[in-house]
């Protein structure tokens, strides 16, 4: 099917966006743009950049009155085409990025067509050559891996986030739910992911979740360290969101697992040891782990490094206390970036060196 030039710049103004919109051989990615935008939500997307504007700044560009392409704007935010920011009575419209971002706004209108071309698509994205230095998201670990002894910086600390949030909606694990729509899904908690600030306003107006209370936010941590789920929020200082994610559903871990040394990709300052003389060869820590860093070898585990997020998964189910988790030599340690704009600043400085670098070859 050959594809409307509206499609077309979409997709080229979805590359230009920090994340990326890889292009395919088999234009699965395009089938996708044409289900989720009209030819003329389509046509309005492109107009809008990653920095927050009025609908009368839009408009201009747009050479629209402005009335009539503030009420569009209103409808693509709410389709969740587009980001909605809401302070006080004055409303600001902003690009999104394919993933993280349209793909999760669609958390309650998906089907089968829709998830059977995204599944299609997701290996595309998450090829190696798109991963940065700097991922949209990174691992922190549960609270129950970190000793009272060891000092944790407080972005790295789950409950601390938790605490100095105002506004926390929870919402669906799209990548669960779209598992489980096609009979492919895990039993895990489904209503797990935590989304903050303008974030959360967002989500809730748009209903893709519900506002909770600290100590509900807190409880779903819980039942997520229990279930065995990776802790991913924002890789920033100021947290915007936490992903619960399983190595079974999760799309980011799904495709780190495809790669040799997937630790070389994820922002996290610590790594899992095991003191082999005091491992019994239980095996629960395979179980646990969600990146198969873990085997068994001469009757106790083994921890692959290369494999290893930090998660810090393995260390409380350990009955004999073998494994600990410790931090990476300062040299090895990743600052965040202070806010998520920060953060795609330096995706899209990386990508462009790495255009660069390939071009030069």
């Known amino acids: 099917m050959q594809t409307e030039p509206v499609y077309e710049k979409l997709a080229e103004h979805l590359n230009r966006l920090p994340a990326g919109f890889p292009r395919t051989s088999s234009g699965v990615e395009m089938r996708i743009l044409r289900r989720l935008f009209t030819p003329e939500e389509a046509s309005l997307a492109p107009l809008l950049s990653l920095k927050p504007e009025a609908p009368a700044e839009i408009a201009a560009r747009a050479e629209r009155p402005t009335e009539e392409i503030a009420q569009k704007l209103l409808e693509m935010s709410h389709k969740g085409l587009i980001f909605r920011l809401q302070k006080g009575t004055k409303t600001r419209y902003m690009a999104a990025q394919f993933v993280i971002g349209i793909w999760e706004y669609h958390v309650n209108d998906l089907d089968l067509e829709l998830i059977r071309d995204m599944n299609e698509y997701i290996p595309h994205f998450f090829d190696q050559s798109y991963y940065s230095r700097t991922p949209q998201l990174r691992t922190i670990p549960i609270s129950g891996s970190i000793s009272a002894e060891q000092a944790v910086m407080p972005y ?6 938790i605490e100095e949030q105002d506004k926390i909606i929870v919402a669906p694990c799209i990548c669960r739910k779209e598992h489980q729509m096609t009979g492919k899904g895990c039993d895990r908690p489904l209503e797990s992911c935590l989304v903050f600030g303008v974030g959360a306003v967002y989500y809730e107006e748009n209903g893709l979740g519900r506002s909770i209370d600290r100590q509900e936010a807190l409880d779903i941590l819980q039942r997520a360290e229990q279930a065995g789920l990776v802790l991913q929020p924002s890789n920033a200082k100021k947290v915007v969101n936490i992903c619960t994610c399983c190595g079974c559903c999760c799309q980011i871990l799904k495709n780190l697992k495809k790669l040799p040394k997937p630790a070389e990709f994820v922002a996290s300052n610590h790594y899992a ?5 005091v491992c019994t060869g ?3 820590c395979l179980d646990r782990c969600q990146m198969e860093a873990v085997r068994m070898e001469e009757g106790s585990a083994l ?10 998964l393995c260390v409380p189910t350990c009955m004999d206390g073998a494994i600990a988790l410790k931090m990476k030599t300062e040299d090895r340690r990743r600052e965040p970036p202070r806010h998520f704009m920060e953060t795609y600043m330096r995706i899209a400085q990386e990508r ?6 390939h071009s030069g070859n």
């Open 273 to 277: 040891t095991i003191d082999r003389k």
């Open 282 to 284: 239980c095996e629960t």
């Open 303 to 312: 921890i692959d490094a290369d494999r290893c997020i930090g998660c810090g």
């Open 352 to 357: 462009i060196k790495k255009l660069q670098e």
């Open 156 to 161: 790295e600390e789950a409950r601390r986030i």
